[in-house]
Structure formats: C-alpha cells, structure tokens
C-alpha cells in the first residue's frame, strides 16, 4: 500500500477555503479542477470527515473545514515566510558562513580578509575552525575550506588564494657568523634546527630538498620546538637556531635582513593556499561574496601578510 504524507491536499485545501472554489483553486494551482476534487475527496477520507459543503452555486467550509484552517492558516503562513527566507539567501549574502583552515591560513587569509567582508557584508556571521588535518567539509557542516593546492581532492572546485610558496632555510645573520654558512642539506646535522609541531596533527614537520630531481626529507634536529608559526620566526630572528618556512611567511624579514636564507637552490615549491568546497555550494551568495572580498584583498596585499 502506497505511504500517505501528511502533508498531501493540504495545498488544495488552503487554496479551495480561500477562493471558495475548485476552478479558482484549480487555476491558481495551475492544474486540472478534477486534480482539486480528487485530493480534497482524498483529504476528507483520511480525516474521516467532510471539509466543505458543495452546491452547484457555491462552496463552503463544514465546522470541521473552519476548525483545520483555523489551525493551517499560521502554520502556512510560517511556511510561506520560511521559503520567502531562502529565496533572501539567493539574492543577496546572508546566513552563516563555517570555514576550515589550517594555522598557516590565519594570517595570510584570514586576519586580512575578514575586516572587508564583515564590512560589505555584515548579514553573515562567520566561523572559522582551526584544524592543519584535511577535513570532511559535508561531515564537518564546513561550506568551505582552505588548504594547500595540493592537498585538494579533485572533485572539489578549488579558488587560488596565494601564489605559490617556495621553501627556504633561513636564519638570522649572527647565528651564520658564530655557527658557518650551510652549504648543502648534509651540512644541517652540524646546526639547530627549530622544530615546527603541527598543532592539530601533533607531528613535527619534515624539511623537504630536491637535489637533482630526487626528493628527500630531513628530519629537524635541535633543542627547541615549537606550534606556533610566528614564535618560529621570532626565534630564529633571535639567531637561536634555523627555521623551514614558506617565502610568503617572511618576506619583510628577508628584505630587511633580519633573515637570510640558505640552500635556495635545494628547496621545492609547492602550491599555494586554495580556498576550496563542493561543486553544489557555488552558487551561495555568502561564499560567492567571500571569494570575491578574498580575490580583491588579496590581490592588493599580493599574497597577503605573514603571520604574527
């Protein structure tokens, strides 16, 4: 036997109560009045009980018709404004927005971003979850996340944020005068190394080299670790050891010299930070809005700010 929904006739009942009658309600339905009869003949053999007196001159509700649209009229009413609430979402940014993004992302996206788009659009509220693992954005109720170019999984459309990120050794001058220049990657067995513990993975990160097309990791050895990026970089600017960090983290540091690095022609270059979601979430407003806002400050601070 087929399932009834509670909801099947209703829509024919409200528009028959309203235009007290089945060809008006038919029109407005825009379907056949023989569709109208049928489901409020249907509607009365569930509820066991006549809705509407019918004569060949007029249509009126019985007690009971009066008493179930007594009841429906508010609950329709709230419907009607629940779908008149979505159709918001489709004209102009509003709900709330949940973002993932790795530590690395705070300042580089984040802090630099979120100042213009709550000013340009201060109906989305917005959460952002810190988290360096790759995430599961439906599990997660994420609408977006930013990750490494590279980390994306491919049925994700993924937006490029930053430029790509070339690797670098660096350290502060005095620590190159008391400790000698690093030549080759070998040479970093003889130096600190400050360890960066990923603060959601929990692991320390690998150094990764390319020495003649061939890839191969150093594991960091030295006396100090730390989760966070911008102590990283004060510590190595305090010449206590070297640091592996992205170009983009410490460009005003290697311009002013307060860092040099070493090994330049040892280092990858990765992918940058994409902002990236499902194929299905496009087409909101409030992301369509914060890509743009991204787009447009980002494009400014060509690559944005490193972290502090």
């Keep these: 036997m087929a399932r009834t929904d509670s909801f099947t006739g209703l829509s024919e ?140 999984e491919r049925d994700m459309i993924a937006v490029k944020l930053t430029r790509d990120c070339r690797w670098l050794v ?33 692991t320390v990160q690998r150094w990764q080299f390319t020495t003649g097309g061939r890839e191969f990791f150093v594991d960091p050895r030295g006396s100090l670790t730390v989760n966070d990026t911008a102590t990283l970089i004060a510590l190595a600017k305090r010449g206590l050891g070297l640091a592996y960090t992205a170009d983009i983290l410490v460009e005003p540091e290697l311009a002013s010299g307060e860092l040099k690095a070493v090994l330049k022609s040892h280092l990858p270059t990765t992918p940058g930070l994409s902002l990236y979601f499902p194929a299905r979430s496009q087409q909101q407003p409030k992301l369509r809005a914060f890509i743009d806002t991204a787009r447009r400050v980002l494009r400014k601070s060509a690559g944005g700010s490193r972290e502090r």
Excluded: K, M, W
């Design 13 to 152: 009942f409200l528009a028959v109560a309203e235009h007290a009658s089945f060809r008006a309600a038919a029109a407005d339905l825009r379907v056949t009045p023989g569709a109208v009869s049928q489901a409020i003949r249907s509607l009365e053999t569930r509820v066991g009980l006549p809705l509407f007196q019918r004569t060949t001159r007029s249509v009126a509700l019985t007690e009971a018709g009066t008493a179930l649209l007594t009841r429906l009229r508010p609950a329709a009413t709230e419907i009607d404004e629940a779908l008149g609430a979505l159709a918001a979402l489709r004209r102009r940014p509003i709900g709330h927005l949940r973002l993932s993004v790795p530590r690395i992302a705070l300042a580089l996206v984040i802090e630099p971003v979120l100042a213009e788009f709550r000013n340009s659009c201060p109906d989305v509220t917005v959460e952002v979850d810190v988290d360096d693992l790759n995430v599961d954005l439906a599990a997660g109720r994420f609408d977006a996340g930013i990750r490494v170019g590279s980390l994306i």
């Design 170 to 202: 660096v350290g502060a001058p005095a620590y190159f005068a008391s400790r000698g220049n690093v030549r080759l990657p070998e040479d970093l067995v003889y130096h600190e190394c400050l360890g960066y513990r990923f603060p959601t993975a929990r």
